[in-house]
């Protein structure tokens, strides 16, 4: 989405953020609602949900705010030494109640939630527009509704559940509701927009039809293995061996029900701007997508200078594993996120995930040098680069569901079948690492098949729900790794300032 596609969103200030209101107003304020002079014509519905898309790839969210939260944590990243006290929080897994952090993301994916809101309530009254195209941008906004949804309920559990419009500020305290409320409505939702939605791909960045099968995919099968495992929060689910099938029968329309996205087989091709963003065929179903060309951020990403070190430009080659491969200048970063040794020594020695994606040294000035895992200018991912930034200003979009995480959910919801085998294996002989054993049972199969999701999908904001999920927070980051967990282990705390301002929270 590139930044003239704002234009008309000034006069779509309708669904502003509800958090910080004070709840004794009296005067009706202004621009929470202006459905009256607002949604008339099938502009109005496009305006509407450019802007609610355009929360995605903010700063707050998808461009950093989320990888702060759902990276730092594991066993992935660590930051620098001079980073913010939320930072070290969320690393140390002792996170508070003023986390600030935590009250960005939480403050986003609400102002997410708003806006969708304002789609699913006022597109479908929208007179003399193309039927088609009303249903195509209602199903987008119950996609982002549900999208937003889930991210807040794993990561904070029970949660105010917002599905209307704010038309005064007495509507603003709401008392949160039960978790099994809210995967009710993420799911009730995901149906309606696979229904609604019926492009297999619209532009970059819009929801489609595999993007919600998929996404739907992907909750029910946390239900199944939450429940499974034991993990906090989650007796409520009650038939896991129907979640698995509805995981496998939407994971199932994802890989074999259409051709507008698929396996890549060359790894660095998945993560090439210029390869992703213009392919008939692509691993990249649904993305916060940026331009370099946007005149902020949020519109282009500075996202990549979190991962890149600090020291100085660097040049790779574009394949690692063949040394007359063209090279890439991808400039410096601000070092930011530091990987781990837990995730760079897990891997194997000849996993290509690691000799192709993870970037171990450089050249500069005709100079090699070498990483270290063990100081602050560490291998870093080469996921999230652009070798044709401007300044700051990157194309790298940020993947929220992947071809690659939809395949490991099938094989997850199969077990150790035919299917399930031949769906990890995949991934797994791409990463040139050999099949897994052909005689497991159902729990050492799905075992093997996180550790493989832990790899694929590294630095890529699944792996802390991955945990969660699998109630192995403890056994992994603990008793593996020698990490402390004093708080935020399966659910972060509630933002204070939420706590504050809405009394109904407290109840």
């Given at each position: 989405?590139?930044k003239?596609?704002?234009?008309?969103?000034?006069?779509?200030?309708?669904?502003?953020?509800?958090?910080?209101?004070?709840?004794?107003?009296?005067?009706?304020?202004?621009?929470?609602?202006?459905?009256?002079?607002?949604?008339?014509?099938?502009?109005?519905?496009?305006?509407?949900?450019?802007?609610?898309?355009?929360?995605?790839?903010?700063?707050?969210?998808?461009?950093?705010?989320?990888?702060?939260?759902?990276?730092?944590?594991?066993?992935?990243?660590?930051?620098?030494?001079?980073?913010?006290v939320?930072?070290?929080?969320?690393?140390e897994?002792?996170t508070?109640?003023?986390?600030?952090?935590?009250?960005?993301?939480?403050?986003?994916?609400?102002?997410?939630?708003?806006?969708?809101?304002?789609?699913?309530?006022?597109?479908?009254?929208?007179?003399?527009?193309?039927?088609?195209?009303?249903?195509?941008i209602?199903g987008?906004?119950?996609?982002l509704?549900?999208?937003?949804?889930?991210?807040?309920?794993?990561?904070?559990?029970?949660?105010p559940?917002?599905?209307?419009?704010?038309?005064?500020?007495?509507?603003?305290?709401?008392?949160?509701?039960?978790?099994?409320?809210?995967?009710?409505?993420?799911?009730?939702?995901?149906?309606?927009?696979?229904?609604?939605?019926?492009?297999?791909?619209?532009?970059?960045?819009?929801?489609?039809?595999?993007?919600a099968?998929?996404?739907?995919?992907?909750?029910?099968?946390?239900?199944?293995?939450?429940?499974?495992s034991?993990?906090?929060?989650?007796?409520?689910?009650?038939?896991?061996?129907?979640?698995?099938?509805?995981?496998?029968?939407?994971?199932?329309?994802?890989?074999?029900?259409?051709q507008?996205?698929?396996?890549?087989?060359?790894?660095?091709?998945?993560?090439?701007?210029?390869?992703?963003?213009?392919a008939?065929?692509?691993?990249?179903?649904?993305?916060?997508?940026?331009?370099?060309?946007?005149?902020?951020e949020?519109?282009?990403?500075?996202?990549?200078?979190?991962?890149?070190?600090?020291?100085?430009p660097?040049?790779?080659?574009?394949?690692?594993?063949?040394?007359?491969?063209?090279?890439?200048?991808?400039?410096?970063?601000?070092?930011?996120?530091?990987?781990?040794?837990?995730?760079?020594?897990?891997?194997?020695?000849?996993?290509?995930?690691?000799?192709?994606?993870?970037?171990?040294?450089?050249?500069?000035?005709?100079?090699t040098?070498?990483?270290?895992?063990?100081?602050s200018?560490?291998?870093?991912?080469?996921?999230?680069?652009?070798a044709?930034?401007?300044?700051?200003?990157?194309?790298?979009?940020?993947?929220?569901?992947?071809?690659?995480?939809?395949?490991?959910?099938y094989?997850?919801?199969?077990?150790?079948?035919?299917?399930?085998?031949?769906?990890?294996?995949?991934?797994?002989?791409?990463?040139?690492?050999?099949?897994?054993?052909?005689?497991?049972?159902?729990?050492?199969?799905?075992?093997?098949?996180?550790?493989?999701?832990?790899?694929?999908?590294?630095?890529?904001?699944?792996?802390?729900f991955?945990?969660?999920?699998?109630?192995?927070?403890?056994?992994?980051?603990?008793?593996?790794?020698?990490?402390?967990?004093?708080?935020?282990?399966?659910?972060?705390?509630?933002?204070?300032?939420?706590?504050?301002?809405n009394?109904?929270?407290?109840?």
């Amino acid at each position: 989405m590139k930044k003239q596609t704002f234009k008309y969103i000034i006069p779509v200030i309708l669904s502003v953020s509800i958090l910080g209101s004070c709840s004794k107003m009296e005067e009706k304020p202004y621009g929470m609602i202006n459905s009256q002079t607002y949604y008339k014509t099938p502009d109005d519905a496009r305006a509407a949900i450019i802007y609610a898309y355009s929360i995605l790839p903010e700063v707050g969210y998808y461009s950093r705010g989320y990888y702060l939260t759902t990276e730092l944590p594991t066993e992935n990243l660590t930051q620098k030494g001079d980073a913010g006290v939320g930072n070290f929080e969320l690393d140390e897994l002792r996170t508070t109640s003023t986390n600030p952090d935590l009250d960005n993301i939480w403050t986003y994916m609400y102002r997410g939630i708003a806006r969708a809101n304002a789609v699913v309530a006022n597109v479908p009254k929208i007179q003399g527009m193309d039927a088609s195209e009303r249903n195509q941008i209602t199903g987008e906004g119950y996609f982002l509704r549900a999208l937003h949804f889930f991210n807040l309920v794993r990561m904070f559990g029970e949660v105010p559940l917002r599905t209307t419009t704010i038309e005064d500020a007495s509507q603003i305290p709401l008392a949160k509701s039960s978790m099994k409320e809210i995967y009710a409505q993420i799911i009730s939702d995901l149906k309606a927009a696979d229904t609604l939605i019926t492009k297999n791909r619209i532009s970059e960045g819009r929801a489609n039809k595999p993007a919600a099968q998929g996404l739907l995919a992907k909750v029910y099968l946390h239900l199944a293995s939450s429940k499974v495992s034991g993990s906090p929060g989650y007796d409520f689910v009650e038939n896991t061996d129907d979640m698995y099938a509805q995981a496998k029968l939407y994971a199932d329309k994802v890989i074999n029900g259409q051709q507008t996205f698929g396996f890549t087989d060359n790894l660095p091709d998945i993560f090439n701007i210029d390869i992703y963003k213009k392919a008939a065929v692509t691993e990249h179903i649904f993305d916060a997508a940026v331009d370099r060309s946007g005149d902020r951020e949020g519109s282009f990403s500075k996202l990549p200078n979190m991962f890149l070190p600090a020291d100085r430009p660097m040049t790779i080659p574009y394949n690692q594993l063949k040394p007359d491969s063209a090279t890439i200048d991808i400039g410096q970063g601000w070092g930011h996120f530091r990987t781990e040794s837990a995730i760079y020594f897990s891997y194997a020695d000849v996993d290509r995930r690691k000799t192709q994606l993870i970037v171990s040294k450089y050249t500069n000035a005709g100079q090699t040098y070498n990483l270290d895992i063990n100081s602050s200018s560490r291998p870093f991912t080469r996921k999230f680069i652009d070798a044709q930034r401007i300044g700051d200003a990157s194309s790298a979009n940020s993947p929220i569901i992947r071809y690659s995480d939809i395949l490991l959910t099938y094989a997850e919801a199969c077990g150790p079948t035919t299917d399930g085998y031949a769906a990890v294996n995949k991934i797994r002989r791409r990463a040139d690492i050999g099949d897994l054993r052909p005689d497991m049972d159902v729990t050492s199969f799905r075992n093997a098949v996180i550790q493989e999701r832990a790899w694929e999908l590294a630095f890529e904001g699944s792996r802390l729900f991955d945990l969660r999920r699998t109630n192995t927070m403890e056994k992994v980051l603990v008793q593996q790794y020698g990490k402390t967990i004093t708080s935020g282990a399966y659910f972060f705390p509630i933002p204070q300032r939420e706590l504050d301002t809405n009394p109904l929270m407290k109840k």
